[in-house]
């Protein structure tokens, strides 16, 4: 069933398939690093077992996975960015062997674990391959999703276009796991920076040439706040691709002017229910058509809900989330045009201030406008009149205090925008208001405030 994913890596020979650094790899040689791994691991791992390895984009990391999906293990791959996470996850998943690769040599661990969950044994009686993702946990818990991988494979069957990929969002998020299956089945090159800092980011582009940028709102905001995009000559870039959060109409508008010729697109797509096709209307709107032979939707109460054939089989920590029909609730609050819809928040972040709703991303879009804010991240707070109130973390590009900033703030949006969505408290951080996936962390939690 998965046999078509191997088969185009073949067809596809000796062009380049994964750039890391000034190293190179094509896809004679992953397929030869697939082959290699998958030799030293039969026998040694049942097929079925649950398997966690760490590491970010390189050749070895992407054969492992590859070598485990046609062993037909439940993989767990895990990022360092969530390296502080490492000991929960893997006990959450019940993972019963690790994997660390030396020198293209994997080492086996067995960590005496039997994982005897009910989503597990069901991908073990079909044959199938697995995955394990956990959710960001911007706004809580992470919970652990099990996804049949031969499901989210599916959709790579129909060919679509070879292109030269900046690899951004990492193996453990189902945004890196998409980039990396479109782009290895149509032939394509992954091109993996040095890190995410911007500079690191642009001068990849430079140098590889790279075609698509997949990236999240609040990366694209930091890479035009870093001056990168001046310094560095990015003619090739012909498509950026942006989602995981809502985006401020102004870092949309300011991204499109700094690079006139890239088309903007954003993209919709849940770890529960895979990556849906989008359209957005044109490069300047935050409006998008969403959907697939694959996908239904619905919006119920102005959420937003989806089926899929590639849905999740369920949360190893949580209860299913599915209705009677099948649909997810998505948790996120759309506005609806006919066929086009446009994605306002997710209904745990909206702020009700005496009935009022309050979107964070159409606040923190009057606040980027401000000469004197780099960053700004908005959320709730309690109110004992109201119920609720907003607040407001913010970055600044000169030295202010949080009395003048405040001042200024207030002075800046009294008469453009309701003064219920004015935030109540300011607070300065010198602490980015992001977590590892480039999301913004709504909670007010932060250390370092002034």
Known sequence: MNDFLFERLMEAGDSPAVILGESQVTHRELLNRVSDFREA?????????????????????????????DLQMITVPLSSDSRAHFDEFREIAEVEYLIQIDEQTPRIKRT??????????????????????????????????????????????????????????????????????????????????????PMEVARAIESHDVELLPTSPTFLNLLLLSGAVEQH?????RLITY????????????????????RLQQTYGLSEVGILRSRSKSSDSLWMQIGGAEFDLKVHGGTLWIRSESAMLGYLNAPAPFDEEGYFDTGDMVEQDGDWIRIL??????????????????????????????DTVVYKIDNPITGAA????????????????????????????????????????????????????????????R
């Open 345 to 374: 928040g997710r209904v745990s972040e909206i702020i009700n201030v005496g009935g009022q709703k309050v979107y964070p991303a159409e606040v923190e879009t009057e606040h980027l406008e401000m000469p004197e804010i780099a």
């Open 233 to 237: 000559d990015l003619s090739t870039l």
């Open 112 to 197: 005496g674990t039997n994982a005897s969950s009910e989503l597990y044994q069901r991908l073990r009686s079909e044959n199938a391959p697995g995955l394990v993702l956990f959710s960001s946990g911007s706004t809580g818990k992470s919970k652990a999703i099990v996804q049949d991988l031969s499901r989210l494979l599916q959709k790579f069957l129909k060919r679509g276009k070879s292109q030269r990929m900046l690899i951004f969002l990492q193996l453990d998020h189902i945004g890196g796991i998409n980039s990396l299956l479109y782009t290895l089945a149509n032939g394509g090159c992954l091109v993996t920076p040095k890190s995410r800092a």
């Open 243 to 262: 989602g995981t959060e809502p985006m401020q109409a102004a870092t949309l508008e300011r991204i499109r002017e700094a690079l006139p010729e890239v």
């Open 41 to 69: 691991l039969y026998g040694q791992i049942p097929a079925g077992s649950v398997v966690s390895f760490d590491g970010d984009y390189s050749a070895d990391s992407v054969g492992l996975f590859l070598a485990l999906l």
């Open 390 to 449: 907003v607040a407001a973390r913010v970055r600044v590009n000169e030295d202010l205090s949080a009395r003048e900033l405040k001042a200024r703030l207030l002075m800046y949006c009294k008469d453009r925008i309701p003064s219920y969505k004015i935030p109540t408290r300011i607070s300065i951080s010198d602490e980015e208001l992001f977590n590892e996936r480039f999301k913004r962390m709504r909670k007010p939690n932060s250390t370092t405030e």
